[in-house]
């Protein structure tokens, strides 16, 4: 005989979407909008790097193309060529683009800040004050979503996500979700499909009451954020005829 908890996980795999609620799951948030966001990768953009990124007292960090200005403003964390990573900080009048950035040590944040809290690739989601900061939360649809695995190969994702950040951009009872890469949200949208509205719990059993047992590490995602210093010191040596 299956336990509770399996006969939990096969309910959720099988949940008929947003319009149906189930207790067993948790507390019923409700309906959210669900979108996504990820780091910008400054190899991506090409053109002429003429737009400063600057720092909150106006120090200039790097000089970059617009688009990759633009794309850093939006999503919030983006890594340049040279490897180092930028964090949005808050609005300021003398930036191109409304706003300026910190430097990240990557030792404490490999994948950049939320709201004082570390992100996680796939765990962390920001929202807008309709979900407890902090806590685990249970999108069912999630369930069985294949996202890589540390070993190289994939995993399958549970469910379980974390409120971690907050987003000036969101509407009203709307979640973005950290997937760490374009690409990776090109997958996970070809999965979910066209299900842009999902129902969310919290408190539920499926998910553990503290957000530090649902990480392990990374490599793999770590690995993807320091692949553009390794890209610029190879570039390095090629000038130098190395």
């Not at 549970?158 to 000036?168: H, I, K, P, Q």
């Not at 709307?174 to 949208?189: G, M, N, P, Q, T």
Request: net charge negative; charged share 25%.
């Amino acid at each position: 005989m299956a336990s509770p908890l399996i006969t939990i996980l096969l309910l959720a795999l099988l949940a008929p979407g947003p319009a149906t609620a189930d207790p067993r799951f948790g507390d019923d948030a409700g309906d959210f909008r669900v979108t996504y966001y990820w780091i910008a990768f400054e190899r991506e953009h090409k053109g002429t790097k003429d737009v400063p990124l600057i720092d909150c007292q106006g120090k200039v960090l790097a000089m970059v193309t617009d688009s990759f200005s633009k794309e850093i403003s939006l999503e919030g964390t983006g890594v340049l060529e040279d490897g180092r990573v930028l964090n949005l900080a808050e609005e300021h009048p003398e930036a191109r683009d409304g706003w300026c950035f910190f430097e990240v040590d990557r030792s404490e944040a490999p994948w950049g800040w939320g709201s004082r809290v570390p992100l996680h690739p796939f765990r962390s989601i920001a929202e807008n004050g309709h979900l407890p900061a902090g806590e685990t939360v249970f999108l069912p649809d999630f369930v069985g979503i294949p996202i890589p695995a540390g070993d190289g190969g994939i995993d399958f994702h549970d469910g379980c996500f974390v409120v971690e950040d907050t987003g000036y951009s969101l509407d009203e009872r709307h979640v973005d979700i950290f997937v760490l890469a374009e690409s990776h949200y090109r997958k996970v949208h070809r999965l979910i499909g066209g299900m842009y509205h999902l129902r969310i719990y919290t408190n539920s059993p499926l998910c553990p009451p503290a957000s530090a047992f649902l990480y392990r590490p990374d490599d793999w995602a770590r690995d993807l954020v320091k692949q553009a210093a390794k890209a610029h010191l190879r570039r390095s040596k090629l000038k130098d005829g190395k």
